[in-house]
């Protein structure tokens, strides 16, 4: 798989569940933006210099929509050179069956069946090891920030019930945060890397400082 290297941001986010060993750590996690749609990810194809138009490549994409999870439905998965192979698997029930159960005829194995799920296995071999660390670490580019929601800032302050209410987690630069030996002072709620808003539901900040 050719990748160009690029920029991918890295969040440092601080451990703010008390009841867990690790409260009040930092831990790095993917900073993922919204999630591209069908229209977004056929533009984006069509940039890379791609020889058929954009309702070519749409019509594929929706086609693959529909295949995929018919073929899968049938037990027969489907690997896709470059990304990886989509496959079912059937989730039992917790007891399982016993011996009595499969010997009586009465008994309907499928009973225990509590589900069938799609999976994704990204594509592991040795040239276009999509799982591999050495991998990901090869083809990125990592842009560290340093994000902290226990100063987040109220974006919806008439909002009374807090599940409806929106936030924004302050921001900054990893290099902010050494200059300034903790968290720069913000103001307005964004520093000079912005803010990270997060969708309605999300609780209040905790009051931890996080510095």
């Known amino acids: 798989m050719a990748v160009n290297s690029i920029q991918m941001p890295i969040n440092i986010k601080l451990n703010q569940n008390r009841e867990m060993a690790s409260y009040g750590k930092y831990y790095l996690e993917a900073a993922t933006a919204e999630t591209l749609s069908t229209e977004g990810l ?10 058929v138009g954009t309702e070519a490549i749409a ?18 998965p489907v690997k896709i050179d470059g990304l990886g192979t989509f496959y079912p698997t059937a989730e ?19 009973d225990a069946l509590a589900g069938i799920h799609l999976r994704f296995r990204p594509q ?23 994000v902290c929601r226990a ?14 209410k929106k936030w924004a987690s302050q921001k900054c630069t990893l290099a902010e945060y050494r200059q300034a030996g903790g968290w720069p002072s913000i103001s307005n709620g964004s520093s000079s890397s912005g803010s990270e808003q997060s969708g309605g539901g999300d609780l209040p900040p905790s009051g931890t400082t996080g510095d």
């Open 42 to 51: 056929v533009n984006h194809i069509t940039h890379h210099n791609c020889a």
């Open 59 to 76: 019509a594929v994409i929706k086609k693959l929509g529909e295949c995929i999870p018919e073929l899968v439905a049938q037990g027969q």
């Open 151 to 164: 100063k987040a800032v109220d974006l919806t302050p008439d909002v009374t019930e807090v599940s409806k």
């Open 92 to 110: 039992s029930k917790k007891n399982g069956l016993t011996v009595a159960q499969l010997l009586d005829s009465k008994v309907n194995p499928l």
């Open 124 to 146: 592991s071999d040795d040239l276009n090891d999509l799982t591999s660390k050495s991998f990901l670490k090869s083809q990125v580019q990592p842009v560290v920030n340093l």
